[in-house]
């Protein structure tokens, strides 16, 4: 493996000097900004996320805000997930479609009030295509990227972390809603929330001069828990079925065939993007779909391309993420596979970068 | 420096087979694609390139192709520069701009058609921009990422490289000009262009498959010009002053602070974005611009964020790239200064990574 090269390009972020500290071993880029990928190892990550409490700096979740009396207007032009049930304190996570029904981004919306929302984005630049609705739309609306960066606290032992420096009141935050909290006098947006699927917070951090003393004070409350800098884990991700825009989903790919459907009210959605594209599928399904992949045996080599899926020799889908599971054996992979082959339990073949490997369709992700 | 994670949201490009078995040491991601950043060393690197012909994997440059009876004018109203007189055969540099004249890509323009031109661009997804704009617009023109990825031939060598493969004819190419030249009984675009001052040509690779046919056809016949795996090298674009959008420039600047205003034709652009927040800053110049930088003495440490400059103790601009020059001695850098401390000769002190350093504006970049 190659070094990252430094640059202003690949933006730092208000927790990049605490990262270092905790001895950060692997970054990649997202959203132009760097993103932690391993510290110990990815092996060893994943086993204390399971078991304790990790501060991750997912600052390259940047925000899109919307600002204006168009603001809710624009928001529903973006999705065919239908908002009109959506109030102040909620998060939605709402699949971004361009006009062909293709996915552009598979972010979480944050409603602050009426006229306000927050975007928190994966690893595409959704603020040029929202800016450029906006300006085609002719829409009262300000879009910007605040200076706004989420920092994560995940983990079993996330809810007590969090209440030594927030306060008991945070533990009675509900799963994709949020709360105003303080922090040293800064009233800051917490979410229960985050891309694992052992519990947890997102905070979202307004102002990066509080990035450092936030962090700071998190290992500070969490030493006898034994708080640690982690990251989004690969092996716990892909057991937990969350999808990563640009590995498992593309511009190439439906929500529906992205299992993203129970998302899109296509229907009722009047007047957002994609509305033509997608009736058709919404109702008569996708022709493939996302599905948890069992890879047995060995380690496989790290997924860094598409890998075919195979079925008699012919081509029915590919694995786009992949990794050796500790606690299920054997390796854990996310793919796209074709309807005719996407029954649980259909052996198929996988050609990784270092060979043909059996695989099997699982009738869902490990947990 | 940490080791970069390998996964497919970060794009392998059809020639990272020939950059890997060429020893590549570090990378940067760009456009959501891998892109080398130093083989043997940046000052090795450096010395190569200056004196004879390198091969480099700039499939990054990836192209936004604009088709259809409207692409013309779609292509408008994405820049302030005047097209009217752009002909095919012809490559433009066009600053691209937000309805306030910020800065969201600086990309070459390639006409290949009165309906049809290829944006190749910097790090930036301008094809979100561009498709919101053409739906926002409801223009008739398909907006897309077709297969074609740039491979850059650089160097004083790089004629006599080229015409060895594609024949003498290639010599020919003006500067920002573009012929169709066979490879394999494949027609390519190949420009004579290229991000370095040592001259060579970019040729638009149409078609992955034949990327390592390519690259491979290349090194043969160059074996005796000393032909290397290479890559935009730091040291030598900053002597050249050639800009890096989101280190040297980004939304908050407009192309005037720049030192683009020579690309822009704001007031006979009619139709094009940002024109009313440019008209005025064309008239009255900008209050800060894009200037060289001379940092004398010990090489500085990698500038992987904005460096303040200050005189007498308040701020009047910033480094966002700088590097050791083995030509022109001390540090090469590219500086944004403000009007009262912009001209030439002027001392400043640049807040670096390391501490504060002395430093000196300059007439213009080294070579």
């Not at 990928?37 to 940047?62: G, I, M, N, P």
């Not at 195979?310 to 793919?335: I, L």
């Not at 060979?355 to 369709?361: E, L, N, Y």
Request: aromatic share 8%; hydrophobic share 40%; glycine share 10%.
């Amino acid at each position: 493996m190659a070094l990252i090269a430094p640059s202003r390009r690949v933006r730092r972020t208000p927790f990049s000097d605490g990262v270092e500290a905790a001895g950060v071993k692997g970054y990649t880029v997202y959203n132009h900004m760097l993103l932690p990928t391993v510290f110990e190892s990815v092996q060893a990550d994943y086993r204390h996320l399971k078991e304790h409490v990790q501060v991750w700096d997912v600052a390259c979740e940047r925000q899109v805000e919307l600002r204006g009396p168009d603001a809710g207007r624009l928001m529903q032009i973006l999705t065919p997930r239908d908002l009109r049930g959506m109030l102040p304190g909620q998060c939605f996570y709402v699949p971004i479609v361009d006009e062909t029904g293709g996915m552009l981004n598979d972010p979480v919306a944050v409603k602050l009030s009426e006229d306000r929302y927050w975007i928190s984005i994966a690893d595409s630049d959704l603020l040029l295509w929202t800016k450029g609705i906006a300006y085609g739309y002719r829409l009262d609306v300000l879009v910007d990227e605040p200076d706004v960066s989420p920092l994560a606290v995940q983990g079993p032992k996330a809810d007590e972390l969090m209440a030594r420096v927030f306060g008991d009141a945070v533990r009675a935050v509900k799963f994709f809603r949020y709360g105003h909290f303080d922090f040293q006098g800064h009233d800051l947006v917490i979410a229960r929330s985050g891309y694992s699927k052992q519990g947890g917070f997102e905070i979202y951090v307004e102002g990066s001069h509080i990035g450092m003393p936030l962090w700071d004070a998190l290992f500070k409350a969490g030493a006898d828990l034994n708080v640690r800098a982690g990251c989004p884990n690969l092996i716990e991700r892909i057991e937990g079925g969350l999808l990563s825009y640009g590995n498992d989903m593309t511009r190439e790919n439906t929500p529906h065939e992205c299992g993203l459907g129970r998302f899109c009210n296509t229907e009722t959605a009047i007047g957002c993007i994609g509305r033509d594209a997608l009736l058709r599928v919404a109702r008569e399904g996708p022709v493939q779909q996302i599905r948890a992949i069992e890879i047995p045996g060995e380690p496989v080599p790290a997924c860094d391309r598409a890998w075919e899926l195979t079925a008699k020799g012919r081509r029915v889908g590919q694995v786009t993420s992949a990794a050796a599971s500790p606690d299920f054996g054997g390796n854990v992979a996310v793919g796209m596979v074709r309807m005719t082959h996407w029954d649980a339990g259909t052996e198929l073949v996988v050609e990784t970068s270092a060979g043909s490997r059996p695989a099997v369709v699982r009738e869902g992700f490990w947990i």
